[in-house]
C-alpha cells in the first residue's frame, strides 16, 4: 500500500428516495466525489444480509449480500419494474434515517415483484452465477426459504428434521419452497451484478473499495446450520458450547458478550482451513483490500460458557495463529487484508500480525489519554499502518469533543495537533492523520461534514439506534472535493 487515503461511507449510508442507500446513481456520484478529492480508496461497512439489530456485524450469511442494497431504478432500466411498482411506496419519513422496518416490510415486496417479471424471461447469467457460487448459495438461499417458512424463527426453532439437515426433509423443502429459493437466489444475482458493476466504474476512477469482514459469524445464520461441524456445538441439540465476546475492561464492568459461535479450530485445521480460505476467496472477489475485525481472535479468543449472562466467566483460549493465514496464502497468493488490532495488545498478537505482514490500524482520538508514549500518537507510528481518526464504533471527532472527551483529553489534542476554531478542530485531526507517516490516512465522511454524535453510525452495546445515519442530500459538494484534495495532495497522498 502507497502513502494515500480514504474515506469510510457505509453502503446504506449513501443519499437517495427509497429509504436506504444503494448501488444506484449516488454510489456512482459518491465515487466521482472521491476521485475529485483524490481519495484512493473507498472503505464500505460489511455488505451482508442484516438480521436482529439491523447490525452488518451480525448477518444471515457470511457470504451473500444485503438485497436492501439492489436499486430500484436500475431494475426499471432492466425491464423489470415500472415505476409505479415503487415511486409512491412510503419507504420512511426522514431522508437522513433509515426505517428498517419499513425498509424490510416494503423493499422486499417490491423487489418480490421484480423476481415475477424475471421468471418469464430468466437468462443464461442467471445459471452461470448458481452454478458458480453454489458452494454457499445453496444453503443460503434453503435456509432463507425454510425460515420464512417458519416466520422467521431462527433455525433452533425450526422442526428437528431440517433442523438436523435430514437428508429427506432437506429434499422435501427443497420441493415445497423451490419458487421462494428462486427468489432468494435472484436476490443473490442482482446484487452481485449491480456490485459488480459499481466497482468496476469506481476501480475505472483509480479507487480501491476496502470491504470489512466481521472474524465471527451470527448463530442464527445459513453458516452455522449448514456447517455445524466447523463450531463448537452440542452434538445433539447443535446449541453453542462456547461464545465470543471480549473479557471485563475500562469500557465494561463484565466485559462484553457477543454471542457469537467459538470456531472448532480443530475441525477446520483438519481440512485445511477450506472454509475460511472460500470466505476469504469469496470477500476479495467483491473486494480490493478486506479488513478484518478483531484480528486478535486468531491468537487468543476470549471463550465464553453458552447461557452467561455476562462475559466475566469467560477464559483466553489459543487460536490457530499463523496456520489459518498460510492456508490461505497458498491457497490464494498474496492477499490484501486490513488487520484491526485495536484494543489490548499482546506481545504474541502483535507478532502475528507482523509474521502476516498485514498492516494494523490507529485511531486518533484514542491518542490523548496517556502520556507522549500513547502508542496512537502519531509520532509513535511506523509506515505500515492505517491511521483512522475513528471508526463507525467510535464518536466523530467533533462527538468526541463536544461531548465525550474528558477536558484533560480535549487539551492534550489541542496542544498535540495544534487545533483551532478558525482551521476546524475536525480539520485539525485530519490534518493529524494526513501528515502521519502511516502509510494510509482514513477518516469517516462524517468528520469531514463536522458533524456530531447525532451522525454517529454505531454504540456498541446498545441497541435501536444504531446504523441507521444517512448523509444528506447535496453536502457532498466539489467544494468540499476541492478541500480534502488540497489536504491530500499536501501531505503527498495523491498525485496531484
Known amino acids: 500500500m502507497n502513502r494515500s487515503s480514504g474515506i469510510i461511507m457505509h453502503i446504506a449510508s449513501l443519499p437517495g428516495k427509497y429509504g436506504i442507500g444503494t448501488f444506484g446513481k449516488e454510489a456512482y456520484k459518491f465515487g466521482d466525489f472521491l476521485k475529485k478529492a483524490g481519495q484512493k480508496y473507498w472503505q464500505i461497512l460489511p455488505v451482508g444480509p442484516t438480521s436482529f439489530g439491523d447490525s452488518p456485524y451480525q448477518s444471515f450469511s457470511a457470504f451473500a449480500g444485503n438485497p436492501y442494497f439492489i436499486d430500484f431504478d436500475?431494475?426499471?432500466?432492466?425491464?423489470?419494474?415500472?415505476?409505479?411498482?415503487?415511486?409512491?411506496?412510503?419507504?420512511?419519513?426522514?431522508?437522513?434515517?433509515?426505517?428498517?422496518?419499513?425498509?424490510?416490510?416494503?423493499?422486499l415486496r417490491v423487489l418480490r415483484i421484480a423476481y415475477e417479471k424475471f421468471k418469464l424471461n430468466q437468462d443464461e447469467d442467471l445459471i452461470k452465477f448458481q452454478e458458480a457460487e453454489s458452494y454457499w448459495l445453496d444453503d443460503y438461499a434453503l435456509y432463507m426459504s425454510v425460515k420464512k417458512h417458519f416466520d422467521l424463527k431462527s433455525w433452533h426453532e425450526w422442526d428437528e428434521d431440517i433442523r438436523l439437515r435430514e437428508t429427506e426433509a432437506i429434499d422435501r423443502y427443497k420441493s415445497l419452497l423451490e419458487d421462494e429459493i428462486g427468489l432468494w437466489k435472484f436476490l443473490q444475482y442482482e446484487f452481485h451484478k449491480q456490485w459488480r458493476n459499481l466497482k468496476a466504474y469506481v476501480n475505472n476512477l483509480g479507487i480501491e473499495i476496502i470491504g470489512d469482514m466481521p472474524i465471527y459469524v451470527a448463530e442464527d445464520s445459513a453458516d452455522v446450520w449448514g456447517n455445524p461441524e466447523a463450531f463448537l456445538l452440542n452434538k445433539k441439540t447443535l446449541k453453542p458450547l462456547k461464545i465470543a465476546g471480549c473479557p471485563p475492561d475500562i469500557f465494561a464492568d463484565t466485559g462484553q458478550l457477543w454471542g457469537n459461535p467459538i470456531y472448532d479450530w480443530s475441525y477446520m485445521e483438519k481440512t485445511n482451513y477450506k472454509w475460511w480460505v472460500d470466505r476469504i476467496r469469496q470477500s476479495l472477489n467483491l473486494y480490493d483490500v478486506l479488513r478484518i475485525d478483531h484480528f486478535k481472535g486468531f491468537e487468543s479468543y476470549w471463550s465464553i460458557p453458552y447461557g452467561d449472562l455476562t462475559a466475566e466467566n469467560g477464559e483466553w483460549v489459543k487460536g490457530p495463529g499463523i496456520k489459518v493465514f498460510n492456508a490461505i496464502k497458498d491457497e490464494l497468493g498474496d492477499v490484501n487484508i486490513i488487520a484491526e488490532?485495536?484494543?489490548?495488545?499482546?506481545?504474541?498478537?502483535?507478532?502475528?500480525?507482523?509474521?502476516?505482514?498485514?498492516?494494523?490500524?490507529?485511531?486518533?482520538?484514542?491518542?490523548?489519554?496517556?502520556?507522549?508514549?500513547?502508542?496512537?500518537?502519531?509520532?509513535?507510528?511506523?509506515?505500515?499502518?492505517?491511521?483512522?481518526?475513528?471508526?463507525?464504533?467510535n464518536d466523530t471527532v467533533r462527538g468526541w469533543i463536544e461531548t465525550t472527551a474528558p477536558k484533560g483529553e480535549v487539551q492534550r489534542a489541542i496542544e498535540y495537533l495544534g487545533?483551532?476554531?478558525?482551521?476546524?478542530?475536525?480539520?485539525?485531526?485530519?490534518r493529524g492523520a494526513w501528515s502521519s507517516i502511516a502509510n494510509i490516512s482514513i477518516a469517516q465522511m462524517q468528520d469531514f461534514l463536522n458533524l456530531g454524535n447525532e451522525a454517529r453510525i454505531n454504540l456498541p452495546s446498545t441497541l435501536g439506534k444504531n446504523w441507521r445515519w444517512r448523509v444528506k442530500k447535496g453536502v457532498l459538494t466539489d467544494q468540499l472535493a476541492e478541500k480534502i484534495h488540497q489536504i491530500t495532495r499536501t501531505y503527498g497522498r495523491c498525485d496531484n
Open 341 to 393: 488490532d485495536l484494543g489490548t495488545l499482546t506481545e504474541e498478537t502483535i507478532k502475528l500480525r507482523n509474521d502476516t505482514g498485514f498492516p494494523g490500524m490507529k485511531i486518533l482520538t484514542f491518542g490523548f489519554d496517556t502520556d507522549s508514549s500513547n502508542p496512537f500518537l502519531p509520532h509513535n507510528y511506523e509506515k505500515n499502518f492505517i491511521v483512522y481518526t475513528g471508526t463507525h464504533d
Open 74 to 107: 436500475i431494475l426499471r432500466q432492466d425491464g423489470l419494474l415500472d415505476a409505479s411498482d415503487y415511486y409512491s411506496v412510503n419507504f420512511g419519513e426522514n431522508s437522513e434515517d433509515i426505517d428498517y422496518g419499513l425498509i424490510f416490510k416494503e423493499k
Open 419 to 430: 487545533l483551532n476554531k478558525e482551521e476546524g478542530y475536525n480539520w485539525g485531526f485530519i
